[in-house]
């Protein structure tokens, strides 16, 4: 079965640092997503992108948070000044089309903020 | 607004085993509900859905779950476990209008021993 790739899986940064985190979805989906969830706590809804733009975010994604996908293939998310509390499991997640119910994700990438 | 409510954070099991994982939600709206599995290192599979229809829903592995719109709970089961069956389990809801993004549980983790 087709997989999101997700790179680096572990990522470690001094606060206040910028870092992107890189998603590959699966080639022939339209809709992406990134998750995240803190040790301990749920999996928490970030962003969703479709068209070339931002379709709905969560009130996480502040103006620290932005994402983009600069090419065909690619999906990233940046954070602009890192913070403690960025610390967490970050999960990319695609699907073909907005009826179809079936997110694939990709396995994360573990940021921690130092 | 949704939300999601897994009760048990962890779940220990002897092999052959039935278990119940429980899932309860809360919506102003319809809402569709999901179990999604993250296996050690991967990214979450879903592993079933109920969007209308029959109440009971039968997923991928073996496991079944069951809509209790009375109740607003989804419970998660399977007869007989394996020791394959360890993971990471959440159940996720989303409201059939309106915000298209997934909430989703805590997680509840199943241990299946030996």
């Known amino acids: 079965e087709p997989e999101v790739t997700q790179t680096p899986s572990h990522q470690v940064t001094q606060m206040g640092q910028e870092v992107i985190l890189r998603c590959v979805p699966i080639?022939?989906?339209?809709?992406f997503y990134w998750y995240r969830q803190i040790l301990g706590q749920k999996v928490e809804f970030l962003v969703s992108?479709?068209?070339?733009?931002?379709?709905?975010k969560s009130e996480i994604f502040d103006d620290q948070f932005s994402v983009e996908r600069p090419d065909g293939s690619n999906f990233t998310l940046k954070i602009r000044s890192t913070k403690l509390e960025d610390s967490a499991m970050y999960f990319c997640?695609?699907?073909?089309?907005?009826?179809?119910?079936?997110?694939?994700f990709g396995s994360g990438t573990q940021l921690s903020v130092l | 607004a949704q939300s999601v409510t897994q009760l048990d954070s962890q779940v220990p099991v002897f092999e052959e085993a039935p278990v119940e994982l429980r899932c309860n939600y809360s919506s102003s709206v319809s809402v569709y509900l999901f179990w999604y599995v993250q296996y050690p290192n991967q990214g979450l599979q879903l592993l079933l859905k109920?969007?209308?229809?029959?109440?009971l829903v039968k997923g991928i592995n073996g496991f079944e779950a069951e809509f209790n719109k009375s109740q607003t709970s989804f419970h998660l089961r399977k007869p007989s476990v394996h020791i394959s069956d360890t993971a990471e389990y959440f159940c996720?809801?989303?409201?059939?209008?309106?915000?298209?993004?997934?909430?989703f549980g805590s997680g509840t983790r199943l241990q299946v021993q030996p």
């Open positions: 996720a809801v989303k409201g059939d209008t309106g915000r298209r993004a997934l909430t």
């Open positions: 109920y969007l209308s229809g029959s109440t």
């Open positions: 997640a695609s699907k073909d089309r907005l009826a179809n119910e079936k997110l694939f």
């Open positions: 992108f479709y068209n070339n733009e931002i379709s709905e």
């Open positions: 080639s022939n989906h339209l809709y």
